[in-house]
């Protein structure tokens, strides 16, 4: 099993920046895709950033040029660096692991999830 926390969440003003992170156990980390989503209460759950094994990208429309989704194998760890922060970005954040290693959007397709961590931007 792998298991993920997210940290980095809190309190921001529009127009702000958090770096979210998300550490994951276990030795395969490097050949899973990982996913941010993020839930707004009484909204679905969106995938946000995604970043496969070897490296490519996607961002979601409204987060695109403005966060930035990366990783580091040798340290179990994705990140999400989130700038211009917008009231809209306010949700929980949750890191998703998919063990195809490849760009899945639908978040059935991940396999492993964390706790979420909440973000909160002010107007």
């Given at each position: 099993?792998?298991?993920?926390?997210?940290?980095?969440?809190?309190l921001v003003?529009a127009?702000?920046s958090?770096?979210?992170s998300c550490?994951?156990?276990?030795?395969?980390?490097?050949?899973y895709a990982?996913g941010w989503?993020r839930?707004?209460?009484?909204?679905?759950r969106?995938?946000?950033?995604?970043?496969?094994s070897?490296?490519?990208?996607y961002y979601?429309?409204s987060?695109k040029?403005?966060f930035?989704?990366s990783?580091?194998?040798?340290?179990?760890?994705?990140?999400?660096q989130?700038?211009?922060?917008?009231p809209e970005d306010?949700?929980?954040y949750?890191?998703?692991?998919d063990?195809s290693?490849?760009?899945?959007?639908a978040p059935?397709n991940?396999d492993?999830?964390?706790?979420g961590?909440?973000?909160t931007?002010s107007s």
């Amino acid at each position: 099993q792998v298991q993920l926390v997210e940290s980095g969440g809190g309190l921001v003003q529009a127009g702000g920046s958090l770096r979210l992170s998300c550490a994951a156990s276990g030795r395969a980390f490097s050949f899973y895709a990982m996913g941010w989503f993020r839930q707004a209460p009484g909204k679905q759950r969106e995938l946000v950033a995604a970043i496969t094994s070897d490296g490519s990208t996607y961002y979601a429309d409204s987060v695109k040029g403005r966060f930035t989704i990366s990783r580091d194998n040798a340290k179990n760890t994705v990140y999400l660096q989130m700038n211009s922060l917008k009231p809209e970005d306010t949700a929980v954040y949750y890191c998703a692991a998919d063990g195809s290693g490849v760009l899945r959007t639908a978040p059935m397709n991940f396999d492993y999830w964390g706790q979420g961590t909440q973000v909160t931007v002010s107007s």
